[in-house]
């Protein structure tokens, strides 16, 4: 039997698909009961008939405090209490800075960015509570770093998930509880399809990237899974950026397409 990467359960938000989905089967693979926070409640029962009694779904959104708060609360009563937040849950709305709408900036920002604040101070509360401490990790974007044509709701609230990462671990050392953030590059996910299927997008891409190829969802689980690891107990506010190469090799520019 696997001896998990921490103690305590794991709370997953976006674990319908994509990156999510990924960090769930990592850590249920290594021996971590996990429960899922997704809109997506079909996809959710789906994974709950895969996993039995390891994984848990809760439906709801994590721009609703509520829905956020129960979760917490749900993965809260497991294996002895919550150990690790994932915040992953992401998505986006585009149009250039002079025609992107008020409720489409809204829309991406409160995703990306509300939805790390409100998870990290769910879990937070519920792990101090605990009394021993916990991890968190936040996964942002290289367009935290790198600006994204049409895209700037977007990188600028993954921008902001990168520093509120530091900025939370600050806070919440004293507690014992570790937060960082890992800014992944193009990822093959139903959300990068429009770059992935866009074969003069990806040409660029794969002429500018080191790797010359977009990663898979698993190769971000496995780091994010890392960091909130034991074997990560003395890394705190850091980024890790797992891209590929991408930033040093050059992002393309989107305006073409």
């Given at each position: 039997?696997?001896?998990?990467p921490?103690?305590?359960?794991?709370?997953?938000?976006g674990?319908a698909?994509?990156?999510g989905?990924?960090?769930?089967?990592?850590?249920?693979?290594?021996?971590?009961?996990?429960?899922?926070?997704?809109?997506?409640?079909?996809?959710?029962?789906?994974?709950?008939?895969?996993?039995?009694?390891?994984?848990?779904?809760?439906?709801?959104?994590?721009?609703?405090?509520?829905?956020?708060?129960?979760?917490?609360d749900?993965?809260?009563?497991?294996?002895?209490?919550?150990?690790?937040?994932f915040?992953v849950?992401?998505?986006?709305?585009?149009?250039?800075?002079?025609?992107?709408?008020?409720?489409?900036?809204?829309?991406?920002?409160?995703?990306?960015?509300?939805?790390?604040?409100?998870?990290?101070?769910?879990?937070?509360?519920?792990?101090?509570?605990?009394?021993?401490?916990?991890?968190?990790?936040?996964?942002?974007?290289?367009?935290?770093?790198?600006?994204?044509?049409?895209?700037?709701a977007?990188?600028?609230?993954?921008?902001?998930?990168?520093?509120?990462?530091?900025?939370?671990?600050?806070?919440?050392?004293?507690?014992?509880?570790?937060v960082?953030?890992?800014l992944?590059?193009?990822?093959?996910?139903?959300?990068?399809?429009?770059?992935?299927?866009?074969?003069?997008?990806?040409?660029?891409?794969?002429?500018?990237?080191?790797?010359?190829?977009?990663?898979?969802?698993?190769?971000?689980?496995?780091?994010?899974?890392?960091?909130?690891?034991?074997?990560?107990s003395?890394?705190?506010?850091?980024?890790?950026?797992?891209?590929?190469?991408?930033?040093?090799?050059?992002y393309?520019?989107?305006?073409?397409?």
């Amino acid at each position: 039997m696997k001896t998990p990467p921490f103690v305590g359960s794991a709370l997953v938000t976006g674990a319908a698909s994509g990156i999510g989905q990924s960090v769930v089967e990592v850590l249920i693979e290594q021996g971590v009961p996990v429960v899922g926070l997704d809109l997506n409640a079909a996809a959710l029962e789906q994974l709950q008939e895969r996993f039995g009694e390891a994984f848990t779904g809760v439906a709801g959104s994590v721009t609703e405090d509520a829905d956020v708060r129960r979760a917490v609360d749900v993965a809260h009563t497991q294996a002895g209490g919550l150990g690790a937040l994932f915040n992953v849950a992401g998505g986006l709305r585009t149009g250039t800075v002079d025609q992107l709408s008020e409720s489409d900036w809204d829309f991406t920002v409160d995703l990306v960015l509300k939805g790390v604040f409100l998870g990290t101070r769910a879990a937070s509360a519920a792990m101090i509570a605990g009394g021993r401490g916990g991890a968190i990790v936040n996964i942002s974007s290289l367009n935290a770093h790198v600006p994204l044509y049409g895209g700037s709701a977007y990188a600028a609230g993954k921008a902001g998930v990168e520093m509120f990462g530091k900025n939370a671990a600050l806070e919440l050392g004293r507690h014992g509880i570790r937060v960082n953030t890992i800014l992944p590059g193009l990822v093959d996910t139903p959300m990068a399809g429009f770059i992935i299927g866009n074969p003069g997008i990806m040409a660029e891409f794969n002429a500018n990237a080191v790797l010359k190829r977009p990663a898979q969802p698993r190769e971000l689980a496995a780091p994010a899974v890392f960091l909130a690891s034991d074997d990560a107990s003395y890394i705190t506010g850091t980024s890790l950026v797992v891209d590929g190469g991408f930033e040093i090799g050059g992002y393309p520019d989107l305006s073409k397409y």
